[in-house]
């Protein structure tokens, strides 16, 4: 297994995808956050409380939320591409047990995702508080709370991560797969919110359970103010945490169960 797992992060380190999404993390972190540390949130149309209170500071790292697509196609992209270009069957010709061979690419994609959200995390923080030095405004959490979302974050993007895999082995198509994945997390949920009584389960969907775990309510208060409807009950941090990872999970399951089950054509 630890053969497999080495081969896998060599074979991963190897391509220039997950370079450029370190670039993606960094310019998505700092850059997107430090941009709009540095406007004020208070500036934004629609207005949003300020960075000295704890509801701007949520909303403004929370957006980082917003990104998970990202990790979730790159998870995507290593699964598919496995099968578009007809990887998969020499590697289950040297390795014949799958499940090994699927669970150190679990291993793999999981590491990747985390270190692309530890990344997105670091940037993300650097570049918050350099705008606030730069404006000299003192923010509404303190230091040790931030850095603990911005933790949680990264781990949200790791579970992603694993959820793009999960699609990559059940679609195999790049294209579709990727159309679904973007597309479901970029709008799908979004439009669920909209439909009353449908908007019931969005706390136990991927983004309510996100939006849960990273505290960003004003999406959710958002869509209620415009359809004037009462927002929907997310769940506390901790259990879109335990979600999350349930998500995870079920995830992994079936990156592992479905390869298995099938020919590989």
């Known amino acids: 297994m ?3 797992i080495k081969a896998e992060f060599r074979r991963l380190a190897a391509t220039r995808m997950w370079r450029w999404a370190l670039v993606t993390a960094v310019l998505l972190g700092g850059g997107l956050v430090g941009l709009m540390a540095v406007v004020g949130p208070e500036n934004f149309s629609p207005p949003m409380p300020g960075l000295d209170t704890e509801e701007g500071v949520l909303s403004v790292l929370g957006m980082l939320g917003f990104t998970v697509f990202v990790p979730a196609a790159l998870g995507t992209l290593a699964m598919t591409a496995e099968y578009r270009h007809r990887t998969a069957t ?9 499940w090994q061979v699927l669970t150190a690419k679990l291993v793999t994609f999981g590491g990747a995702g ?14 918050f508080y350099g705008a606030l030095a730069a404006r000299g405004v003192t923010p509404g959490l303190a230091a040790g709370t931030v ?24 679609i195999r198509n790049m294209t579709v797969a990727l159309a679904v994945v973007i597309g479901y997390l970029y709008m799908g949920e979004l439009i669920l919110m909209m439909i009353p009584g449908v908007n ?32 929907v ?25 479905v390869p298995m089950r099938r020919d590989v054509v």
């Open 2 to 4: 630890n053969a497999l």
């Open 90 to 98: 020499y590697t289950f010709l040297f390795a014949p047990r799958r």
């Open 114 to 127: 985390l270190v692309y959200g530890l990344v997105l995390a670091v940037s993300a923080g650097a570049g």
């Open 147 to 170: 850095w603990e979302l911005l933790l949680r974050l990264a781990l949200t993007m790791a579970v992603y991560t694993l959820l793009g895999v999960a699609m990559g082995a059940l």
């Open 200 to 231: 019931l389960v969005y706390p136990l969907l991927p983004g309510g359970a996100t939006a849960s775990l990273t505290s960003f309510t004003y999406v959710a208060e958002a869509v209620a103010g415009e359809l004037a409807t009462s927002p």
């Open 233 to 257: 009950s997310l769940l506390s941090p901790v259990g879109g945490g335990l979600l999350l990872a349930g998500y995870a999970l079920v995830a992994a399951a079936v990156a592992v169960l």
